[in-house]
Every structure is written in C-alpha cells, then in structure tokens.
C-alpha cells in the first residue's frame, strides 16, 4: 500500500484552508456546513494514511492498535457521509431548529453505524507472498459502506426532490464531489491496489471551494466589501431565523457628488468606502449600482448609528470644505416588514423607483404603509399576469347615446378582469400598474383582439351601431409598431376600420407624443378614427385639441360634475362646448346618471351621451341582450 497519493490531497486541502482563511468572510450556515465537510475530509485523509503506515508496521504497534486505527479512518468516511448530507440540508432549511430535527435521526444513524464498525470483525487481505497487506475488508467495512451509502441516497434524493429549494450551483457542486468520491471508491473497489479515494474527496473539497465557497464570490471587487450575493445570503438566514434587523440604504446616484471637483471624486469615494467599513455594530455592503446597505443586528443602537453616519455626511470629506456628498437615505427600522431576503431586496428597489416618495432632506423611512402598497401592486401584477395567461381578461361594453339619431349608436369597450374566485375586477384598480409595468401592452392587444372578434361575431350595422371606442393607453402610443400591429390584428378577423374608433389621452412627453401623431396618421390612413379622452380632468386642454387629429371630444365624468355643482364651472363647458363645435369636432358627455343630465347635456347640443343613465358597462352577450331589446322597442 502506498501513500503518496493521500499525502497529495493532504498538500491540496493545506493549500485550499490557506486561501479560506485568508480571506474576509461573514458568518453563514453554508458556510460553516462547509467547514465541516472540509474538516471531515481532511481527518479522512489524514486518518487514511495514518492507517497505511499503522497496518504496514502492524507488528511493532501491535495488532489491536492497527485494526483501531484502521477502523477508525472507516469512522472518518461515515463522518464525511453525514457532512455532505448536513451540506444539503442547511441549504434546504436555513431555518436551524427544522434542520436539527430533521438531522436528528441521521445523527443516530452515523453513531451506529461508527459503534458498528468498531465492533465487528475487520480482515486483511494480504498479496501473494502473505507479507504484505493490500486492502482491509470484512463486515467492518460493509458496516460503513452500508451506512454511508444511506446518506448518499438520501443526499441524491433531496437534489432531486427538494429541486426548488436548492441553489443551482450547489446541486451540481454536490454532484461532482459526490460522483468523485463515488467513482473513485468503485475503481478502487476493482483496482485494490490504487488508494486514491482520499485524494479524490480532495479535489472534490476544491470544486466546492472553487464553485461555491470561495469567499471572493460574496466580495465586492473593487472595495473589499461584501456584495449583493452576501447579503442576500445573510439577510435570509435572518428570515429563517425569524431575527429582525435594521438597514440603512446609501443610493449615490451621480448628482451624490454634484458638488465634488472632478478630479477628487475617486479619492472622497474611497474615503467613504473606508468610513463605511468601521461603523460600529455594522456590516456593510455594496450592489453593482453603487449602493451601500448597512446592517445593524443590535438594533437598539440602529437609530444611533443612523444619524451619526447622516451627521457625518453632512460634513465635508475634503479639507475645503466643499466635498459635501449628498447621497439619498433609505432607512428600514424593521427588515421584518417583509418576510423573504428576496421581498427586502425588491422593497428597496420599489422604494427607490418611487422618487416622488423621498422628501427634500433624501431621507426616506421605509415603513409598513409603503410595504403594503407594493405588495398590493404585486399582487396586482400577479392578477394581471394570471388573467393574460387564463383568457380571464374580459370587455364590458357601455352603450352611447346619439342625440341626433335618437338611438344607441355606438358605444364604449372597456376592460375587466375576473380574479380566480371569479369576482370582476374594474380598469381603476389595474391599469396604472399594468402601464408601470408595461403589462398594458399585453392587455391593450387583447382587449383589441375581442373587439374585433365581437364585431365580428355581431356585425354592428345589425344592431344599429357605428362603431365601437376602444381605449388606448399612453404607453401604447409611444409604441412605435403600435399601428402595424393594430392594422394586422383588424386584417386578421377582416374588420373594415370603420367599425374602430380609439380613445387616446394627453401624453405626457413631447418624444411620445411624436410616435403617437406617427401612429395615428398610419392609422388613419386605414382609415380609423380618433378620440380624445378624459377632458377637462386637468390631462387635457384646449391646445391639445388643436394638435391632435381627433374627431370626438369626450368630456369626463367630473367635468360633468362640477358643471351641475359649481357656477364658474358652467361658464368654462359652455365654452368649451362652443370652440370644440367651432372645430368641426362631436363631443361625448360621459357620466350621465339623470334624465336632468341628460335634459340639459341635449339641451347644450352635445351629440352624444355615455351613462349609467341608459346603461352601466355590460359583458357582451348582455350588452347584445340590450341592443335587441332596444332594436325590438
Ligand atoms: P374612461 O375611458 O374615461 O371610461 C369611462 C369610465 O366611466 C368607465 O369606468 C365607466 O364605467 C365610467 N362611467 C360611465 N358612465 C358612468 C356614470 O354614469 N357614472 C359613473 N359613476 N361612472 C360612469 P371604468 O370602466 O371603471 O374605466 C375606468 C377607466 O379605465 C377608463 O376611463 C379608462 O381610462 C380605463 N380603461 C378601461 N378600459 C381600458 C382599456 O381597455 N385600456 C386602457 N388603456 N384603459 C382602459
Ligand atoms: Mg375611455
Ligand atoms: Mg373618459
């Protein structure tokens, strides 16, 4: 028996704990799993050759001794065995009292089966001249093979089945280990003279190392401190644990160091780094986008620290007096608001995206009411998506009413969204998020394939009707292909443009507006035709109406309002009604409730009336229902 190889993987492991413990690390369950492992297989190794050297001077140690020794390097394999399933099990529950339940059972096991291994007999198997001893067998080591290999069934079997919940990286990590230790101890099985199943745990110790525990991956290149990946990894060991902590966040977007000559920018930033790394009771880290989050696990001292470091940076970090950098302040008393590392790190994402929200000192306190309202636009997103992916969006349609024909002519498409339980979900509640989400493309396009396909179905000259208005988001409109798309999908259920008439409301940027004149004329060269909506709610004006290519006004519900409530506010739609006729333009009254509503909106020459006077929004074979009835009247 030979021995060079295992003093090899014991060279190769001395190198590996060098580097490790070099290296700046936080404190992490995987981490100290992985200590383990590493520990286990060291020992193993150690214990291998140790036994090589026992069995080949057997005589002068005596007997006993050997085989202990012997027995004990079998003891050290089950130790590794157990190691790698502890391995996988601090992954899958971070939280520590199910983990230890869970290993519980393991940890008798092992004690056993070592108890075993003692206890049985252990034989030699000498070579042909009975002097030496090639390889040790016999029910000592069936024992720890036997053992052993339960832990590597269950191991495999929680890669397998608890897929989910494991890293990636780590499944594959723990799959070459495995496999080297596995394929080596069968070549050894069949060639009892190559020992070199202690070398191979070796090299699998290094790819653990080298995929998933080199301690730089949790680094931050450029300034030492620890990145997004640590703290995702350390804020959800807090979860799991049900701890709270506090955090600050440090956004220093470029305007941080408007005040910072060019040329000192670089050094002040260092100076900032090494401040942030010696706050007291902290531990600092740093994502790509140039944020710092601090962590305070004391949180006694948390509100302390915070306004020390604001004090700090309220101070100049250059000796002239002018270096004041001014980043923005994110400050989470309570990381609990939130239940996942995931859902902390999307909050401050959230909260940062919301600008409107920080207040002029650029500090802003993360607290529960902003939580509830991301989640509730979450939850919104998921309804939309959910709605997309079941055919679950639907279209109400609300007729209108001419004045000149004296009959319903038209009417209004507008979207529902039915949630799982099978409740409606009105446009108030989803369509902003679906626009800040950039859902409302999606959704927009549906909504525009059902009107066509009803039109389709219930030709609308039958019905006595001219067209229907369909409305259009302003993201929609600063989507350049937006009219291809909408021309194909008319083609497609061969609808005449006629039959279309889309809302469009004020954009907001002059670049968008651009795409949007682009869009309409391509569509109106279709022949489609345009409406402007949401009138005199402060979104539009009467310059808009000039510039834009409409053919029908609509004028808002609370426009309405304020014309039956407020004095002056009659004067201001009498003139609007006035210049709008003057333009050639119709115009829509929305909101009508009451015949004296209707009455005086006739009165005032409006051509067309929308209301729950003649009817709420209705799903579409109701709405069919309606326009029969009106046509059998
Ligand atoms: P809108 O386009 O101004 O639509 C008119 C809204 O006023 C509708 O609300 C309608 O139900 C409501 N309404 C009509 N008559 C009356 C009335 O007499 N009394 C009262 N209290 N309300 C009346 P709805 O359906 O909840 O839609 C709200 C808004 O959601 C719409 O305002 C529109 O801006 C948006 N929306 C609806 N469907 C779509 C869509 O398919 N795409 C896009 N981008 N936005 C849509
Ligand atoms: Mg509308
Ligand atoms: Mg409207």
């Known amino acids: 028996m030979h021995i060079q190889i295992q003093c090899c993987g014991i060279v190769l492991m001395l190198v590996l704990f060098y580097f490790y413990v070099r290296q700046k690390r936080i404190s992490l369950y995987t981490q100290k799993a992985f200590w383990s492992v590493f520990w286990t297989t060291f020992v193993c190794v150690v214990f291998d050759v140790l036994s090589i050297i026992v069995i080949q001077h057997r005589h002068e140690v005596s007997e006993p001794f050997a085989k202990f020794i012997a027995k004990t390097y079998l003891v050290t394999l089950l130790a590794v065995a157990i190691s790698a399933l502890e391995y996988m099990y601090v992954d899958i529950y971070v939280n520590m009292d199910v983990y230890r339940k869970q290993m519980k059972?393991?940890?008798?096991?092992?004690?056993?089966?070592?108890?075993?291994?003692?206890?049985?007999?252990?034989?030699?198997?000498?070579?042909?001249?009975?002097?030496?001893?090639?390889?040790?067998?016999g029910p000592s080591v069936y024992v720890t093979y036997g053992v052993s290999l339960i832990f590597f069934v269950r191991v495999f079997y929680l890669m397998y089945k608890e897929k989910a919940k494991i890293n990636p990286r780590r499944r594959e990590a723990v799959c070459i280990w495995l496999v080297l230790w596995i394929g080596a101890s069968q070549i050894q099985f069949m060639y009892t003279n190559l020992l070199i199943v202690g070398y191979a745990g070796a090299i699998g110790i290094m790819v653990l190392y080298l995929k998933l525990e080199n301690p730089e991956t949790n680094l931050d290149r450029k300034t030492g401190l620890f990145n997004s990946n640590?703290?995702?990894?350390?804020?959800?060991?807090?979860?799991?644990?049900?701890?709270?902590?506090?955090?600050?966040?440090?956004?220093?977007?470029?305007?941080?160091?408007?005040?910072?000559?060019?040329?000192?920018?670089?050094?002040?930033?260092?100076?900032?780094?090494?401040?942030?790394?010696?706050?007291?009771?902290?531990?600092?880290?740093?994502?790509?986008?140039?944020?710092?989050?601090?962590?305070?696990t004391n949180m006694g001292v948390a509100e302390k620290r915070v306004r020390e470091i604001r004090e700090r940076f309220q101070e100049s970090w250059d000796e002239d007096k002018e270096g004041v950098v001014l980043p923005r302040w994110l400050y989470l008393p309570h990381a609990n608001v939130v239940d996942k590392a995931g859902n902390l790190l999307y909050l401050v994402r959230?909260?940062?995206?919301?600008?409107?929200?920080?207040?002029?000192?650029?500090?802003?306190?993360?607290?529960?009411?902003?939580?509830?309202?991301?989640?509730?636009?979450?939850?919104?997103?998921?309804?939309?998506?959910?709605a997309l992916e079941h055919d679950r969006v639907e279209v109400f349609y609300q007729p209108i009413f001419s004045t000149a024909e004296h009959?319903?002519?038209?009417?209004?498409?507008?979207?529902?969204i039915r949630d799982n339980e099978g409740k409606i979900v009105p446009p108030g509640m989803f369509i902003e998020i679906?626009?800040?989400?950039?859902?409302?493309?999606?959704?927009?396009?549906?909504?525009?394939?059902?009107?066509?396909?009803?039109?389709?179905?219930?030709?609308?000259?039958?019905?006595?009707?001219?067209?229907?208005?369909?409305?259009?988001?302003?993201?929609?409109?600063a989507y350049e292909h937006l009219a291809q798309d909408y021309i194909t999908i008319m083609e497609q259920y061969g609808i005449d443009s006629k039959y279309i008439n889309l809302e469009i409301t004020e954009s907001a940027s002059t670049s968008a507006k651009m795409t949007l004149i682009k869009n309409m004329e391509e569509l109106m060269g279709y022949g489609v035709k345009f409406s402007l909506d949401d009138f005199g709610t402060g979104q539009s004006n009467l310059n808009y109406i000039v510039d834009m290519p409409v053919d029908i006004v609509k004028f808002d519900r609370t426009m309405i309002n304020s014309y039956f409530e407020n004095g002056k506010a009659k004067y201001v739609m009498e003139a609007a009604i006035h210049m709008i006729h003057g333009m050639n333009l119709e115009i829509v009254s929305e909101g009508i409730e009451t015949k004296e509503q209707f009455q005086t909106?006739?009165?005032?020459?409006?051509?067309?009336?929308?209301?729950?006077?003649?009817?709420?929004?209705?799903?579409?074979?109701e709405f069919i229902e309606f326009l029969e009835k009106k046509l059998g009247a």
Not at 106 to 129: F, K, M, Q
Not at 244 to 266: E, G, H, P, T
Not at 448 to 475: A, T, W
Request: charged share 25%; aromatic share 14%.
């Open 601 to 621: 909106m006739e009165d005032l020459g409006i051509s067309h009336i929308q209301g729950y006077y003649f009817s709420k929004p209705l799903p579409e074979d």
């Open 105 to 137: 059972k393991y940890w008798v096991l092992a004690l056993l089966g070592a108890i075993g291994t003692y206890a049985v007999p252990l034989h030699y198997n000498y070579s042909a001249d009975g002097t030496e001893v090639l390889y040790t067998y």
């Open 407 to 416: 009959r319903i002519t038209s009417a209004e498409a507008l979207v529902r």
């Open 230 to 296: 640590a703290l995702y990894q350390y804020a959800k060991e807090f979860y799991a644990k049900d701890e709270d902590f506090s955090l600050l966040v440090i956004v220093f977007a470029s305007r941080a160091y408007k005040n910072i000559r060019l040329d000192r920018r670089a050094a002040i930033k260092m100076q900032i780094i090494e401040y942030l790394m010696k706050i007291p009771d902290s531990i600092t880290f740093k994502n790509a986008e140039d944020e710092y989050f601090v962590v305070f």
């Open 434 to 477: 679906a626009e800040e989400t950039g859902l409302i493309m999606k959704l927009g396009r549906v909504v525009f394939e059902k009107v066509c396909c009803f039109i389709k179905n219930h030709p609308l000259e039958h019905y006595g009707m001219q067209y229907i208005e369909i409305n259009l988001s302003v993201v929609q409109c």
């Open 350 to 386: 959230y909260v940062r995206q919301e600008e409107k929200e920080f207040s002029e000192t650029n500090f802003f306190n993360v607290g529960q009411e902003i939580v509830d309202k991301m989640r509730n636009e979450r939850e919104m997103e998921r309804l939309i998506l959910e």
